[in-house]
């Protein structure tokens, strides 16, 4: 107990806290999204796409993060282009993935051969994350996207809601659906490159899928399952970086994923026990259990 009173005391503690806090609030609104349109792929490949990026920046001797965002935006903005209503199928998600992550081989290649030793260090960074090694300015940095993120989504949380779930009828009524998938994937592939700062680019997706799917097990209704979905991704950061702290032969990373896997596992179990206590239906069968709207 004394050692969690005085967790704060520390300076990159703080500084972890502030910036994963708005990352993990934007990754998990926008992750609930990529679960109701079937899209979760889409943030595996951008976050494999960041790999690339952030190394395409090193090699030219750029800001990693200048990469980071330029490339998954740009990814995503093609994706979106190539995909019927700017909502691209497996088809192009894996195209991109496995031609961009070859890539990503290649620029490191090239940056470990010139750079040995700075090489290893930026490959662990953009890999695992290092949302410990935050300085001040950054976390304010990764804070205020992650708000703007946050606050984009909210705007067209509506209307995007609308069109994944019906795109047909929200085209018929006026919607901009093709707009809103392009803008989507744009907040997606920032999200992606925002969050690649905390849990590393090949562990994006569990933080941006695992509270997504716990929120859609445990809520039926999108408009409250989404707000529950960025609320499970923050309590998975807060309670990572705490055990993280407690444990510190425990990466953040690892330990940020364990608790949005667990949460996920819990969700879908409880499901399940509400499934088996629904009551028989004649004939033997069991109703379904609908999440709670």
């Not at 009524?173 to 707009?179: D, F, K, S």
Request: aromatic fraction near 8%.
């Amino acid at each position: 107990m004394t050692a969690i009173v005085t967790m704060f005391s520390h300076g990159y503690l703080r500084e972890a806290f502030l910036a994963g806090t708005f990352v993990a609030l934007a990754a998990g609104l926008v992750g609930y999204l990529l679960v109701l349109r079937a899209q979760v792929f889409t943030a595996d490949a951008l976050s494999h796409v960041s790999f690339t990026g952030a190394f395409a920046a090193l090699v030219l001797g750029l800001d990693l993060r200048v990469g980071l965002f330029a490339t998954t935006i740009l990814v995503a903005l093609s994706m979106a282009a190539a995909g019927r209503r700017a909502k691209p199928d497996d088809v192009v998600i894996g195209g991109a993935f496995a031609w961009l992550l070859g890539l990503g081989v290649l620029l490191l290649s090239l940056y470990t051969t010139s750079r040995s030793a700075a090489g290893g260090a930026a490959s662990v960074t953009v890999l695992f994350g290092s949302v410990f090694g935050l300085s001040h300015s950054r976390a304010l940095l990764a804070a205020a996207i992650g708000l703007g993120v946050c606050l984009a989504m909210a705007a067209i949380a509506r209307p995007l809601i609308f069109a994944s779930l019906d795109e047909t009828v929200a085209a018929v009524r006026g919607v901009p659906v093709r707009l809103l998938g392009f803008g989507f994937l744009a907040l997606t592939g920032v999200a992606a490159a925002e969050a690649t700062q905390v849990v590393g680019s090949l562990l994006i997706l569990g933080l941006v899928a695992a509270p997504a799917g716990a929120a859609a097990q445990l809520v039926g209704n999108p408009y409250r399952a989404m707000p529950l979905s960025g609320a499970l991704a923050v309590l998975s950061v807060w309670a990572g970086l705490t055990v993280a702290y407690l444990v510190p032969v425990l990466p953040p990373s690892f330990a940020v994923l364990a608790v949005a896997s667990a949460l996920l596992l819990a969700a879908t179990a409880h499901r399940r026990l509400r499934r088996r206590r629904s009551p028989r239906v004649p004939g033997g069968l069991r109703q379904p259990a609908p999440a709670r709207s």
